[in-house]
């Protein structure tokens, strides 16, 4: 097998036993044996558990930044309430499609291993620095209010977590109402109080999420 099918095989394999024992309850053992490699194989591709769990982080990290598109303006541009549900959708449906990565970021325990702990902590603060980017464009834009967007990043990114923690617990989801809801949320939040009479003057009230998928 090439060696970049390989590498790829063992984080798949990894992504499934972190998420039903947690990281700490796993070993490489666990890995190898469920990847069917060799121990020497294993590190060819990883130093240690850690150093695949990380690969896992930007992993997700990379995939929501291919997802979420910045936002256009423009005669020939879709309406920005548009632009912002479809990146919603990509990101519902990419947490959707991959929930043992969800598991494994809602279920980590704190506490074992503080450089593990910071790693995630570091996770967390990035995806916050991309929604306060984005609250920031939407200022630019003149369709967020002046605000704290730091603070009401973290607000968001907290909301975020309890969703994706709702869709890890359901069998199935709709896609489609979850997104509404979350645009709609996102809006009422942040919005200028002209973009929100715009909004129900025009009958739609699927509105954006915050800007969170505003800008990469």
Do not use: W
């Not at 541009?77 to 959707?96: G, I, W």
């Not at 704190?110 to 995630?120: E, Q, S």
């Not at 209010?145 to 709702?166: M, P």
């Amino acid at each position: 097998m090439e060696r970049q099918a390989r590498r790829a095989q063992v984080l798949r394999h990894a992504k499934r036993i972190f998420a039903r024992k947690g990281y700490h309850r796993t070993n490489v053992a666990d890995i190898i044996s469920r990847a069917r490699i060799a121990r020497g194989t294993f590190y060819l591709y990883f130093q240690n558990k850690k150093d695949l769990f990380e690969e896992l982080l930007e992993q997700v990290l990379t995939e929501l930044a291919a997802r979420i598109l910045r936002l256009r303006v423009g005669a020939d541009s879709p309406d920005p309430v548009e632009q912002l549900r479809a990146n919603l959708r990509r990101v519902v449906t990419y947490v959707l499609d991959e929930r043992e990565l969800t598991d494994i970021l809602l279920n980590h325990s704190t506490g074992f291993d503080r450089d593990l702990d910071a790693k995630i902590l570091n996770f967390y603060d990035r995806i916050a620095a991309l929604i306060q980017r984005s609250l920031d464009l939407g200022i630019e834009m003149q369709l967020v209010r002046q605000s704290d967007t730091r603070a009401i990043a973290y607000c968001i990114l907290g909301a975020i977590k309890e969703v994706v923690g709702l869709l890890s617990r359901s069998a199935a989801a709709d896609t489609d109402k979850l997104v509404e809801e979350v645009l709609d949320f996102g809006l009422r939040g942040v919005a200028r109080p002209e973009l929100l009479e715009a909004v129900k003057q025009s009958g739609d009230c699927a509105t954006s999420s915050a800007f969170l998928f505003a800008a990469k």
